[in-house]
């Protein structure tokens, strides 16, 4: 298995990037999001983790700058009816946090949104992953969100948020945005959250 590749982009197309690595061009594809992201930084120079995709006679190389997004798209393509081109439209669509959060609360419309994936798929994804969804607590940490009582600060306003008829993805963003979000209560939190929508 292919973990990670480290190169010089070669070219970027619209659902890939050619890593140059020791003249061996590599062709990965991820989501427009990482891809925007790669242009606008200009590296030289990038390492993306990935996932080698074998099918018959394909075989197909898929990747993203961090950890927890390949982890993430290896859980979403391991649930039934649903492949890695679904995988890459969700997660072009929302962040691994903003997915955790939409299948904790069973938010299947905010999965929908994605590009070619129905209803049916996203309510499967929500039954499938639901307690089993594992993003790493590091990914929640480095947003800001951390273990233990403060994690279950945050999923109880995003809950009361979407409660309140906010979309799960817009609840998130708003609890993201209030500075000093771990260390107060819920009640404080939702205030605050409410004030950024």
């Not at 390949?70 to 009816?81: A, H, Y």
């Given at each position: 298995?292919?973990?990670?590749?480290?190169?010089?982009?070669?070219?970027?197309?619209?659902?890939?990037?050619?890593?140059?690595?020791?003249?061996?061009?590599?062709?990965?594809?991820?989501?427009?999001?990482?891809?925007?992201?790669l242009v606008r930084q200009g590296k030289e120079e990038v390492l993306l983790y990935t996932h080698l995709q074998i099918k018959e006679d394909e075989r197909v190389l898929y990747g993203?700058?961090?950890?927890?997004?390949?982890?993430?798209?290896?859980?979403?393509?391991?649930?039934?009816?649903?492949?890695?081109?679904?995988?890459?439209?969700?997660?072009?669509?929302?962040?691994?946090?903003?997915l955790y959060y939409a299948i904790q609360s069973g938010d299947s419309k905010a999965i929908a949104k994605a590009q070619g994936v129905g209803p049916k798929t996203a309510q499967r994804?929500?039954?499938?992953?639901?307690?089993?969804?594992?993003?790493?607590?590091?990914?929640?940490?480095?947003?800001?969100?951390?273990?233990?009582?403060?994690?279950?600060?945050?999923?109880?306003?995003?809950?009361?948020?979407?409660?309140?008829?906010?979309?799960?993805?817009?609840?998130?963003?708003?609890?993201?945005?209030?500075?000093?979000?771990?260390?107060?209560?819920?009640?404080?939190?939702?205030?605050?959250?409410?004030?950024?929508?």
């Amino acid at each position: 298995m292919i973990y990670y590749i480290k190169g010089r982009i070669a070219e970027t197309g619209m659902e890939s990037v050619i890593l140059d690595n020791h003249g061996i061009g590599f062709e990965i594809f991820t989501t427009g999001r990482v891809l925007q992201d790669l242009v606008r930084q200009g590296k030289e120079e990038v390492l993306l983790y990935t996932h080698l995709q074998i099918k018959e006679d394909e075989r197909v190389l898929y990747g993203f700058p961090e950890r927890s997004d390949i982890r993430v798209f290896r859980q979403l393509i391991s649930v039934s009816g649903v492949g890695p081109k679904a995988a890459l439209a969700i997660l072009n669509v929302m962040t691994v946090e903003e997915l955790y959060y939409a299948i904790q609360s069973g938010d299947s419309k905010a999965i929908a949104k994605a590009q070619g994936v129905g209803p049916k798929t996203a309510q499967r994804l929500v039954v499938d992953l639901k307690g089993s969804f594992d993003i790493g607590s590091t990914t929640l940490e480095a947003d800001g969100f951390g273990e233990g009582t403060e994690q279950n600060v945050i999923s109880e306003t995003a809950e009361a948020l979407t409660s309140l008829g906010y979309s799960n993805m817009d609840a998130l963003r708003a609890i993201k945005k209030v500075e000093g979000a771990e260390s107060m209560t819920v009640e404080q939190l939702l205030s605050a959250a409410l004030r950024k929508l």
